[in-house]
């Protein structure tokens, strides 16, 4: 099964770096996989630094501007437990890991991680259809580069629905958010 969530590594400077992910897990969240692409940062780090932090959150704004490069800032962060490492304070639970082993043999690597720590913050807030609507769009944002622009389009328009619908403000904000990212991108000059 893939879980959406936020990894958080460091360069062994100790700057930080927040992905979004959808690693492999089993439903204990005992194994877990890792599939960065070896050019990613969070690949990177980890090579250099192999610990990190999975983010189990219900934060829709943060998960899109965190997968879209438009954190204008960091969130709140404290120290991690038992790794040199940062916990988003916003989550609604972490898992501290370290890394098993590395298969950089493809692009995109494999990373099979140890949980060496978990902790919950709060509840998951619940299911929420424009929550998913959200990450769906957002998930569609970062492949602009893979889907036909009209398949994009079209996807986006269904998604709007339960959004109008069922959103908060801050679901309504994200998929403004991601809106306006796919159609800049998509209606600028090629």
Not at 14 to 37: H, K, Q
Not at 72 to 84: L, M, Q, S, W, Y
Request: with cysteine; charged share 25%.
């Amino acid at each position: 099964m893939i879980l959406e969530g936020l990894v958080t590594t460091q360069t062994p400077h100790g700057e930080l770096n927040i992905a979004p992910m959808g690693p492999v897990v089993d439903p204990d969240l005992t194994s877990i996989v890792l599939r960065p692409f070896q050019t990613s940062r969070t690949f990177q780090n980890l090579r250099e630094h192999p610990y990190g932090v999975l983010h189990i959150t219900d934060d829709v704004l943060l998960m899109a501007r965190g997968a879209l490069n438009l954190l204008e800032k960091a969130p709140e962060t404290f120290p991690a437990r038992v790794i040199a490492g940062r916990v988003i304070a916003g989550c609604c639970r972490w898992l501290e890991f370290e890394i098993e082993s590395i298969d950089a043999s493809r692009d995109r690597s494999e990373i099979r991680l140890k949980v060496v720590h978990r902790e919950t913050i709060r509840d998951f807030w619940g299911f929420n259809r424009a929550k998913h609507a959200v990450l769906e769009a957002t998930i569609l944002a970062t492949r602009l580069h893979l889907i036909p622009p009209e398949e994009i389009r079209r996807a986006l328009l269904q998604l709007r629905e339960p959004v109008e619908k069922t959103a908060g403000p801050e679901e309504l904000t994200a998929f403004q958010l991601v809106w306006d990212y796919v159609h800049r991108h998509l209606d600028a000059p090629r």
